[in-house]
């Protein structure tokens, strides 16, 4: 069984400039995370979609963050504008039901 | 609110001693509990979980927690240390019926050979 992919695994950005995560979850499974792990922090859950629908956004910095998940499979985290504190890596998980959630291997971002 | 606390930022445990990672929780309700093995430049991979049931879980590569509802821990552990066990554990929590885990801030495990 294919694991969540992720991509890409590395991307540096200036401050104010725009980028964008992707995440293909593992196949039938309908939920599906985005954290955020700053250096020296356990992840900190973003956003979480059940399907196409988003479950919970509340640690979103909705100013500046979204995500979608248009047909329910594959997502996509996007920053705009980025900020030095942006700099993090973004973890993407998903799960068959409230159980266990399974991690992708990560997209390290670095804003300058 | 949920919370966890890993009280150790780094464990040190020679090759083939045993070796426990700490982990206490705070929940409303039942709790679900997770691991997590972290290794550099990688996602997180899962160890183990407790639900329900018996108090002993055991997981992937060896390693085992113990659920302990009256301390409110969920202390990992293995009996005999790999140089290969090296890496960051996180022990990470939710309430039953919810989706919403949340992490330690992580144990940095270093076997030394």
């Known amino acids: 069984e294919a694991g969540v992919a992720q991509s890409p695994r590395y991307k540096i950005i200036e401050k104010r400039q725009s980028v964008a995560f992707w995440c293909n979850p593992i196949?039938?499974?309908?939920?599906l995370y985005w954290y955020q792990q700053i250096l020296g922090q356990g992840p900190k859950l973003l956003i979480q979609?059940?399907?196409?629908?988003?479950?919970?956004d509340s640690q979103l910095p909705k100013d500046r963050f979204s995500a979608e998940r248009l047909k329910g499979v594959d997502s996509t985290l996007k920053i705009q504008p980025a900020k030095l504190e942006d700099s993090a890596v973004y973890l993407c998980a998903s799960s068959k039901d409230l159980d266990t959630q399974y991690f992708g291997p990560g997209t390290r971002l670095t804003v300058l | 609110a949920q919370s966890v606390a890993q009280p150790e930022d780094q464990v040190n445990v020679a090759e083939g001693n045993p070796l426990t990672v700490k982990c206490t929780y705070s929940v409303s309700g039942n709790p679900y509990l997770f691991w997590y093995v972290q290794y550099p430049n990688r996602g997180l991979q899962f160890l183990l979980k407790?639900?329900?049931?018996?108090?002993l879980v055991k997981g992937s590569y060896g390693f085992e927690a113990e659920f302990n509802k009256s301390q409110t821990s969920f202390h990992l552990k293995k009996p005999s240390a790999l140089v290969s066990d090296s890496a960051l554990y996180f022990c990470a929590v939710t309430g039953a019926g919810s989706y919403q885990l949340t992490f330690g801030k992580g144990t940095k495990l270093s076997v030394i050979p």
């Open positions: 407790y639900i329900t049931g018996d108090n």
């Open positions: 979609f059940q399907n196409n629908g988003v479950v919970d």
């Open positions: 196949s039938g499974h309908a939920t």
